[in-house]
């Protein structure tokens, strides 16, 4: 199964300000997509980032607020901007691997906004 | 939309069977998978069915019946480090491609 490098693991930021997460995959891969969690909480689906093309983002998430890159088939971003003490959570990016129609999972940057 | 519904919370002993039920709605079902989270780390695939029928990878197994839009997970021979959360998954096709939407999860405390 491919292996997914996330960065950072966590951090605290200052409201208003930005923070990029980056997933490196050990595999070229098609889709990759973004979740945020909520501790003790489900998986929610943020977007779905495409090779070449606009992620795709779901019911309640905005380009503007969370911009995401996929400059090629192993690497995309997420940025969380102008962000407030409702941003803080659990954000992971994830692939389906092909083998089983299973998602691999980065580690999760937990991100704490003061 | 997609909705999928599972219990908040099973404790049982070590050493036992327990079963996870989830029933879900969706417009484009593909296939349901399961979930295991430990505290504090990431989700981890445990099994996946796309037809009717049980899947079984040892102690773990996986059922379908996508008449009734049902599934369970069932874990066996129940250990202290099973205790986790349980997600489960269904795997949609919807207008943007394939995505995977996840269940509450439910919260296993084994007891010894």
């Known amino acids: 199964s491919a292996v997914i490098s996330q960065k950072p693991s966590r951090d605290i930021c200052q409201r208003g300000t930005s923070l990029t997460i980056q997933c490196q995959v050990d595999s070229q891969v098609t889709m990759m997509f973004w979740y945020r969690q909520q501790p003790g909480q489900s998986l929610t689906l943020i977007a779905t980032a495409n090779q070449g093309s606009e992620a795709t983002y779901e019911s309640g998430f905005v380009i503007d607020k969370f911009p995401i890159s996929r400059p090629n088939l192993t690497f995309s971003t997420l940025t969380v901007s102008n962000m407030s003490p409702e941003d803080s959570s659990i954000y992971l990016c994830?692939?389906?691997?092909?083998?089983?129609?299973?998602?691999?999972f980065g580690s999760g940057t937990r991100l704490t906004v003061v | 939309g997609q909705s999928l519904e599972q219990p908040s919370e099973v404790t049982a002993v070590e050493g036992a069977i327990v079963q996870i039920n989830c029933t879900y709605q969706?417009?484009?079902?593909?296939?349901l998978s399961w979930y295991q989270q430990h505290d504090g780390g990431a989700p981890t695939f445990l099994s996946y069915n796309a037809l009717d029928g049980l899947e079984e990878t040892g102690r773990f197994s996986s059922f379908l019946s996508r008449s009734d839009s049902y599934g369970y997970l069932l874990l066996q021979e129940l250990q202290m480090k099973d205790s986790a959360s349980y997600f489960c998954a269904v795997r949609d096709l919807s207008t943007g491609g394939f995505k995977t939407i996840f269940g509450a999860g439910t919260r296993l405390f084994v007891k010894a």
């Open positions: 994830s692939v389906e691997d092909s083998g089983f129609y299973g998602y691999t």
């Open positions: 969706t417009s484009g079902f593909y296939g």
